[in-house]
């Protein structure tokens, strides 16, 4: 069998994690106080901060990302990416605790498969959906998937390049103060075809929904 390079673009893609802005949280306390007189004795601070206002943060169902090499299931992995080894390969963060994702990629005859699997966990569940918004409106085309997390989105584009098509879905799902960014492709180097739009769609979604499962099993 005659081995074909894979086009560069394939072979330098690596899926792209997205930075994000953490909300800070500011608080703030009145400082101006009364003068006190010589002869009567200070109030305690504790009775002065119990009456001045106060902000906390707003709780987080997820404190960080779980290992997204061990969000899909093994069996899932290989009928996706065929001829993979379904350990994957996490890529370097410099913030593992908000931003984790695990990549595989394989050739198999010239049949060609790359799945990521990335978890972004940003501090409030308002962060989160400004954020889930923002990366859909990016999108053009696809549509809402149903009952996947607290809101889910799925779209698939071809491209070509130098003759050779390929076909890739992105499934983002919004979950509390976490998103889920599944990114699954295909090509064929024989036909220079990509896959359908109904498998690369539904191999995303199909991963997606086990990668949210993982996120709410580590929150639990």
Same mark, same amino acid.
């Given at each position: 069998?005659? /081995?074909?390079?894979?086009?560069?673009?394939?072979?330098?893609?690596?899926?792209?994690?997205?930075?994000?802005?953490?909300? $800070?949280?500011?608080?703030?306390?009145?400082?101006? =106080?009364? *003068?006190?007189?010589?002869?009567?004795?200070?109030?305690?601070? $504790?009775? =002065?901060?119990?009456?001045?206002?106060?902000?906390?943060?707003?709780?987080?169902?997820?404190?960080?990302?779980?290992?997204?090499?061990?969000?899909?299931?093994?069996?899932?992995? &290989?009928?996706?990416?065929?001829?993979?080894?379904?350990?994957?390969?996490?890529? *370097?963060?410099?913030?593992?605790?908000?931003?984790?994702?695990? /990549?595989?990629?394989?050739?198999? $005859?010239?049949?060609?498969?790359?799945?990521?699997?990335?978890?972004?966990?940003?501090?409030?569940?308002?962060?989160?959906?400004? !954020?889930?918004?923002?990366?859909?409106?990016?999108?053009?085309?696809?549509?809402?998937? *149903?009952?996947?997390?607290?809101?889910?989105?799925?779209?698939?584009?071809?491209?070509?390049?130098?003759?050779?098509? &390929?076909?890739?879905?992105?499934?983002?799902?919004?979950?509390?103060?976490?998103?889920?960014?599944?990114?699954?492709?295909?090509?064929? !180097?024989?036909?220079?075809?990509?896959?359908?739009?109904?498998?690369?769609?539904?191999?995303?979604?199909? +991963?997606?929904?086990?990668?949210?499962? +993982?996120?709410?099993?580590?929150?639990?």
């Amino acid at each position: 069998m005659r /081995s074909l390079p894979l086009p560069l673009a394939l072979t330098a893609r690596l899926a792209p994690v997205a930075v994000l802005a953490c909300a $800070g949280w500011v608080m703030s306390s009145g400082t101006d =106080q009364e *003068p006190v007189a010589k002869d009567k004795t200070p109030e305690k601070s $504790g009775t =002065q901060s119990e009456s001045a206002p106060s902000a906390t943060p707003e709780p987080k169902t997820y404190a960080g990302a779980p290992a997204p090499c061990d969000s899909v299931a093994e069996k899932t992995v &290989t009928s996706l990416v065929p001829g993979v080894k379904a350990a994957g390969k996490e890529i *370097p963060s410099t913030d593992t605790a908000s931003r984790r994702t695990c /990549s595989w990629n394989a050739l198999k $005859g010239y049949d060609y498969r790359w799945l990521d699997v990335a978890y972004e966990v940003m501090d409030s569940d308002a962060a989160a959906e400004k !954020f889930y918004q923002r990366r859909i409106e990016e999108k053009d085309g696809g549509g809402a998937v *149903p009952g996947l997390g607290d809101a889910a989105y799925s779209v698939v584009n071809l491209t070509s390049e130098d003759d050779q098509k &390929t076909r890739e879905g992105t499934v983002v799902v919004l979950a509390d103060n976490a998103l889920v960014v599944i990114t699954y492709n295909g090509s064929d !180097f024989e036909t220079k075809e990509a896959p359908s739009t109904d498998v690369i769609n539904k191999g995303a979604i199909k +991963a997606a929904k086990e990668a949210v499962a +993982a996120l709410e099993k580590s929150g639990s």
